[in-house]
């Protein structure tokens, strides 16, 4: 309640109608001085309509909901990647307030919870009630169904801000880019991660049948890949142990495949990539960036200490002066 407030006025919350269960908010409304209301439903407060492009994320992080959890594969994929891209260290975050932008289910608030942050989960989608039911009896978790255009908090309210796999699928990329060194604090630090743009895309098949599955309604699409994805996930494996062109040659294959890149379990490798190739074949928006872009706009926010650099995804990192 200290830093929520209207997302289109900005004007401060009362609370009215509240159900208290567990020491939280389970339901009611916020209401401001001009009329403006959102619900808190199942302890989280909404500020985004049910249905909207996001739905497809909402839909498979609730059926994937432990998925990429650490605590669930017992291998610390989603923290090496969240630690080689942010370079932020849990002394860094122990005891600082932090805005996760696209939380999904909640791999990566995981990580916070444990180094001691005070953690805002926010998602477009409905996949905050993944997040909620993985995360809930964290003491320093809030989660928040919210847009990143229209962002539902005072202005200079984090000391971490960031935003991973989520900026490519937005419409506007650079706006919603925008909006985020706003919620810095002075001397706070952002990190953001889109896909890279680059010529080599043309031969991704990914890219030749999304015309066509972005389209598609999520729950068709996802049986379609469920059914799909065990025959095709041995050739792309095949593929990619090709001596020296395999990991390239497997993209003409359009499924997620992780072998020999995580140390997952075969059972894993599959789930993992059922999960990925929704993922990637159903989103409305795919617009990877280049460096040079994502450079500039960290220029353009005014950020200082900027970082481009490209460990899996390409990741930017600043710092508000």
């Not at 605590?71 to 122990?94: A, I, M, N, Q, Y």
């Not at 796999?165 to 925008?178: C, R, S, Y």
């Not at 072998?259 to 989103?283: C, H, K, R, V, Y």
């Amino acid at each position: 309640m200290n830093i929520l407030c209207c997302p289109l006025t900005h004007k401060r919350f009362r609370l009215e109608k509240s159900l208290e269960k567990n020491g939280g908010i389970e339901s009611g409304l916020l209401k401001t001085e001009d009329g403006k209301q959102y619900p808190i439903s199942q302890g989280i407060p909404r500020f985004v309509p049910k249905e909207n492009y996001a739905t497809s994320f909402g839909f498979q992080w609730n059926r994937f909901r432990e998925t990429q959890l650490d605590s669930h594969t017992g291998v610390p994929v989603s923290r090496d990647r969240f630690c080689k891209s942010t370079e932020w260290s849990p002394d860094d975050l122990k005891g600082k307030t932090v805005l996760e932008v696209g939380c999904g289910a909640g791999r990566f608030t995981e990580i916070l919870l444990t180094a001691g942050a005070i953690v805002v989960a926010l998602d477009y989608s409905n996949a905050v009630d993944a997040c909620w039911k993985n995360h809930y009896l964290h003491p320093n978790l809030n989660v928040v169904q919210g847009d990143i255009y229209n962002l539902p908090f005072q202005e200079g309210s984090f000391d971490f801000v960031f935003c991973f796999g989520v900026l490519q699928h937005t419409p506007n990329v650079k706006k919603a880019f925008m909006s985020l060194p706003p919620q810095l604090k002075k001397g706070g630090h952002l990190a953001v991660d889109v896909y890279r743009k680059r010529l080599r895309m043309i031969f991704w098949s990914k890219y030749w049948v999304r015309p066509f599955t972005c389209r598609m309604e999520p729950i068709r699409l996802f049986k379609m890949v469920e059914k799909w994805v065990p025959v095709l996930l041995p050739i792309s494996i095949f593929i990619g142990r090709i001596p020296f062109v395999g990991r390239k040659l497997r993209y003409l294959i359009p499924v997620a495949n992780y072998d020999g890149i995580f140390p997952l379990t075969n059972n894993q490798i599959l789930e993992w990539a059922i999960l990925d190739t929704f993922d990637m074949l159903s989103p409305v928006y795919d617009q990877p960036q280049s460096a040079a872009t994502l450079y500039s706009w960290l220029k353009e926010a005014g950020m200082v200490d900027i970082k481009v650099f490209h460990p899996a995804h390409l990741v930017g990192q600043g710092r508000k002066p």
